[in-house]
């Protein structure tokens, strides 16, 4: 990023950075955010720059987010902080309003699920590829302040397209015009620091080509990847082999803390949620690609069944002793039922908000409102109504019927069919406990 192009950033950046942390003072948030310049890490130039001018062109602004109560931190570029600030605001409004409703961390747009951080990188100088020769070494990992931390096992295999062997070639210059693949194999990595030695992973970059291989699950601190994969080239020219002889391979290890991993229901969610929002924002950039369309389709699909699974656990953890709850038997489900289509109404809300030329997003948003305004105006069926015994059932089979309704509009949501199974018990429950 150019200086010019660099300062206009800052320039937008920093009143907006002051309005949020405001905002978390208010709403009593231990939340802190602090602009930050980070190196790109996407290219080898950029990690490999030396000059100050080309260091500062491969720097980009981002926001950094400290909860100060747990010590966790999150890195956010400029535009996913752009739409979290349009969702805090959303929420400080309704926190002044007094309609704020204690909602799953992944809700909450002060927070985000663990992510892996950053151990250290290893640096491979790929000279002897300009010879066809195979590299088969460890490299070491070295942090920020360059201090080795781990070792990492890595080979690049020279090949023919078919597999062949390959003979040595003495001269550089030999190598252009020819067609070869390498294979790329990282093996292990050993001796990662305790508290970062969580889901361990590495990624890959070559040229310009990114790669990473999958987590090792749980604790490793010396994990074992066995991870491949081969590059093709084909004609090879000038700027490939400029690349072999002056420039690097990087392979960046990255790691969970400890406390902070990714292995729980809420996290996952989150990141679901994350993912879904980020596909949403590349699809509506560019709305003709197809391809883009199915991948966020596909991330809504996966966020929307995870939410509706916990909704229903939590349903079940609720509902499991309803002997120690005697005097809300009945009316517990479908005020339970009342708060899930409140929620569903406001995420439906949001979505639409975001993106109010999405037809689809419009009417779910409409359904939702519906279903939630057409339960709410029953009232609330509370241990009051009981006295009245007729007047109480007859409440209960409105509710029933009017998640019925709600759910015949909309079978594919899971929430809605929760709600009308737990209404319809409710309902049936009185009817026979009043005969």
């Known amino acids: 990023m150019c200086r010019k192009k660099l300062e206009m950033s800052l320039d937008k950046l920093i009143p907006k950075l002051k309005e949020v942390n405001q905002v978390a003072q208010e709403?009593?948030?231990?939340?802190?955010?602090?602009?930050k310049l980070q190196q790109r890490s996407d290219s080898i130039e950029a990690l490999t720059a030396t000059e100050q001018a080309d260091r500062l062109a491969a720097m980009d602004p981002?926001?950094?987010?400290t909860n100060k109560k747990t010590g966790q931190r999150w890195i956010w570029s400029q535009k996913k902080f752009d739409q979290r600030r349009f969702m805090i605001m959303d929420q400080?409004?309704?926190?002044?309003?007094?309609?704020?409703?204690?909602?799953s961390a992944a809700d909450d747009p002060f927070w985000d699920p663990p992510s892996s951080v950053m151990i250290g990188r290893a640096f491979m100088y790929l000279k002897a590829l300009s010879h066809l020769v195979e590299i088969d070494e460890?490299?070491?990992?070295?942090?920020?302040?360059?201090?080795?931390?781990?070792?990492i096992s890595v080979k690049i295999?020279?090949?023919?397209?078919?597999?062949?062997?390959?003979?040595?070639?003495?001269?550089?210059?030999?190598?252009?015009?020819m067609s070869f693949k390498l294979k790329i194999v990282i093996q292990s990595v050993e001796g990662l620091p305790d508290d970062f030695a969580y889901y361990p992973k590495v990624k890959f970059l070559f040229q310009d080509k990114n790669m990473e291989t999958s987590e090792v699950p749980g604790k490793s601190v010396d994990p074992k990847f066995g991870w491949e994969n081969e590059l093709e080239f084909n004609s090879a020219d000038e700027e490939l082999l400029d690349y072999f002889l002056h420039?690097?391979?990087?392979?960046e290890v990255r790691g969970y803390q400890k406390g902070f991993t990714p292995d729980n229901q809420e996290s996952k969610e989150a990141r679901l949620k994350s993912a879904f929002e980020e596909a949403r924002a590349a699809w509506r950039a560019d709305q003709t690609n197809e391809k883009l369309k199915d991948e966020f389709k596909s991330a809504k699909r996966a966020y929307y069944k995870c939410k509706a699974q916990a909704a229903q656990a939590a349903e079940v953890k609720v509902s499991a002793s309803p002997a120690e709850q005697p005097t809300s038997q009945h009316s517990e489900p479908s005020n339970q039922g009342l708060e899930a289509l409140r929620q569903k109404f406001?995420?439906?809300?949001?979505?639409?908000?975001?993106?109010?030329?999405?037809?689809?997003?419009?009417?779910?948003?409409?359904?939702?409102?519906?279903?939630?305004?057409?339960?709410?105006?029953l009232g609330p069926v509370g241990d009051e109504k009981k006295a009245g015994g007729g007047n109480d059932l007859e409440s209960l089979k409105s509710a029933f019927e009017a998640a019925r309704e709600a759910w015949k509009a909309e079978q594919g949501n899971?929430?809605?069919?929760a709600n009308f199974k737990a209404s319809k018990k409710a309902f049936y429950d009185a009817k026979k406990a009043a005969e």
Do not use: C, T
């Open 27 to 35: 709403m009593e948030k231990p939340i802190v955010f602090e602009l």
């Open 62 to 65: 981002v926001v950094v987010v």
């Open 92 to 103: 400080f409004h309704q926190f002044q309003e007094g309609l704020l409703q204690k909602g």
């Open 138 to 151: 460890k490299f070491d990992v070295v942090d920020i302040k360059g201090k080795g931390v781990a070792k």
């Open 157 to 177: 295999l020279p090949m023919g397209l078919d597999n062949e062997e390959l003979d040595y070639l003495r001269e550089p210059k030999e190598l252009l015009g």
């Open 247 to 251: 420039s690097v391979a990087v392979f």
């Open 346 to 377: 406001e995420q439906a809300r949001e979505a639409w908000k975001a993106d109010q030329g999405n037809e689809d997003l419009k009417n779910e948003f409409r359904a939702a409102k519906k279903a939630y305004y057409a339960v709410k105006a």
């Open 414 to 417: 899971e929430e809605l069919k």
